[in-house]
């Protein structure tokens, strides 16, 4: 995981220790032209401060006008896609008419994150699982080069 990934996760699970509501946003698919990789984070504090990049910029004000709003503040994580169209793929600034796909957890777990941490920090690739329908995280022993996989069902 890259320093970027690692302030991500120490910003969520400060934000969470100190009682504040968060949501976690992850790229799990592009086509096209996108401007960050699948697997990259962002976390969403419930004031709308943001750690991490899930796209240029364009996406981010996306997500911060959406946890403002309270848009985000349910109990599952949902999937949300950017750039469907060419004026919505304009409106967001996504490069040459790209598309990305982003799971969004509005409550992830602290024990889940602290886990994640402590087993990284203890240098064990981890492949973290998450079930769109629940929530519900799994994290596994992993091979650096394991594919992100993504299924939406």
Do not use: H
Not at 54 to 74: F, M, T, Y
Not at 86 to 94: D, N, P, S, Y
Not at 107 to 119: G, S, T
């Amino acid at each position: 995981m890259d320093s970027a990934a690692l302030q991500v996760l120490a910003s969520a699970i400060e934000w969470l220790a100190d009682g504040r509501r968060i949501a976690l946003a992850t790229v799990v698919q592009t086509w096209g032209s996108s401007p960050r990789p699948p697997g990259a984070w962002a976390v969403l504090r419930d004031d709308g401060t943001i750690v991490g990049s899930v796209s240029g910029g364009c996406i981010e004000e996306d997500l911060i006008r959406r946890v403002r709003e309270g848009l985000l503040a349910k109990d599952r994580p949902e999937v949300l896609t950017y750039g469907v169209s060419k004026e919505e793929a304009a409106r967001f600034g996504l490069p040459c008419g790209g598309k990305l796909q982003l799971a969004v957890e509005p409550a992830p777990a602290l024990a889940d994150l602290e886990l994640l941490r402590q087993r990284l920090g203890a240098g064990r690739m981890t492949a973290r699982t998450l079930d769109i329908a629940s929530g519900r995280v799994v994290l596994e022993n992993a091979a650096r080069n394991d594919p992100l996989n993504w299924w939406c069902f």
